[in-house]
């Protein structure tokens, strides 16, 4: 098919021993049927058998560095340096795009190209590749990330290219410097919140945002906002209300499979979500 729209997609993707998933992720790329990507794979001198995986993909988009660094945004902001795209897309070695997603992001952007950044839906997937959660895009609130948690998953963000030279990945933080990039985001630049799904997330991954030291650091970034007990109750419930306003829970369907979200599409705004339950025969 034919490029539309002059957009260059540069895929960065940080990696350390993912010899089980990094296969999956670049074929999910190299597939794609929107041609203009590159794929930046920065890895942190694997000991298993990631790079030999990584080399047997012979496509001249994909480039590969091979080197120590200090963490996932560290690397992150070394493949961002390296990019030589218009829009940035961060994919971790467990996540993958959907079928057609780069195509569903350039009709998006066409439509809508006054955004500096295009937020869209995750499909959480199992080893199966069976959905087993939905999270959709929703506007986000700079307070509800700092007292909470940063609710987009990070496989469904397009950056355009240009905002990395105000903004990087602070490498201080080891497991949330996404969710202060993002409140920054908020500050300076222009956001769309699609209801498209372009990305699977695999559940049995790591997920940094599980470990113990992702727990230190969120309350190190609730300080900033002075965080009490108080506080945290004054807004569990409001921030619960505008998550069910804007129909962005957690869904937990049955295991219907995967082509069922190619569309993507699809939403159903209801009360009863408030379970975080929904049930895809009624559809």
């Known amino acids: 098919m034919d490029n539309h729209g002059n957009f ?19 074929h999910s790329i190299v597939s794609q049927d929107y041609l203009d990507w590159e794929l930046i794979i920065q890895d942190g001198k694997s000991n298993d058998k990631t790079l030999e995986i990584i080399n047997s993909f012979s496509d001249h988009r994909i480039k590969v560095l091979s080197e120590e660094d200090e963490g996932m945004y560290d690397a992150l902001n070394k493949g961002i340096s390296r990019t030589s795209g218009n829009f940035i897309i961060h994919l971790n070695c467990d996540e993958q795009l959907m079928e057609g997603a780069l195509r569903k992001i350039v009709d998006e952007i066409n439509s809508k190209p006054q955004y500096d950044v295009y937020c869209f839906g995750v499909l959480i997937i199992d080893k199966n590749r069976e959905p087993r959660v939905f999270r959709s895009a929703y506007p986000q609130i700079s307070l509800f990330i700092k007292l909470y948690n940063f609710d987009i998953l990070t496989a469904g963000i397009v950056y ?3 905002i990395f030279k105000k903004l990087v990945f602070d490498t ?13 985001l908020l500050k300076y630049f222009e956001i769309f919140y699609s209801k498209k799904y372009i990305s699977l997330f695999l559940i049995e ?5 599980l470990a113990s030291k992702a727990v230190v650091e969120r309350v190190r970034i609730k300080k900033t906002v002075f965080l009490s007990w108080l506080t945290y109750f004054l807004f569990y419930i409001p921030r619960k209300i505008y998550k069910i306003y804007n129909n962005c829970h957690i869904y937990k369907g049955p295991r219907n499979t995967i082509e069922l979200f190619y569309e993507g599409e699809k939403v159903k705004k209801n009360f009863r979500h408030i379970s975080y339950r929904l049930n895809w025969d009624r559809f």
């Open 172 to 184: 201080e933080y080891k497991t949330v410097s996404d969710a202060l990039f993002f409140i920054e």
């Open 160 to 162: 355009r290219k240009d």
């Open 205 to 209: 991954g790591k997920n940094l945002s």
């Open 8 to 26: 260059k997609f540069s895929i960065v993707t940080p990696v350390f021993n993912g010899e089980t998933v990094i296969g999956d992720l670049m």
